[in-house]
């Protein structure tokens, strides 16, 4: 069955970095847009990052352009997340989610994606 699992996730000081990794299973996901979102407690999820193709076209949250990178293994049939200069607001479940063609436009939208992780935790003290 076709599946994605995240790792990665774990307890970090403000300022340090962490780089989540999205495996996937089943089947390829080399042709699907890629997404990573997250949820804090009590808040709604929201978007983080997105690879629409390949690496080639990338969006980020306002929030954390800049210290957030997607990027695609497709050889592993892996997507990952690095994250450098995490702050307390970072704190969250991050999760990993997949569109596979044909592809949904808001890729800053759950609703696009059918494939999803359970997601991994990451804490960003101060």
């Known amino acids: 069955q076709v599946q994605l699992v995240e790792s990665g996730g774990g307890l970090v000081q403000a300022g340090g970095s962490l780089r989540l990794s999205c495996s996937a299973s089943?089947?390829?996901?080399?042709?699907?847009?890629m997404g990573w979102f997250r949820q804090a407690p009590g808040k709604e999820r929201e978007f983080v990052a997105a690879d629409r193709w390949q690496g080639t076209n990338t969006y980020y949250a306002d929030s954390v352009k800049g210290r957030f990178t997607i990027s695609r293994d497709n050889a592993n049939n892996r997507v990952y997340l690095q994250m450098n200069g995490l702050i307390p607001e970072d704190t969250a479940v991050y999760y990993c989610a997949a569109d596979l063609p044909p592809w949904g436009s808001r890729y800053y939208l759950p609703s696009m994606y059918e494939y999803w992780g359970q997601g991994t935790q990451v804490t960003v003290s101060s």
């Open positions: 089943g089947r390829s996901f080399n042709s699907a847009a």
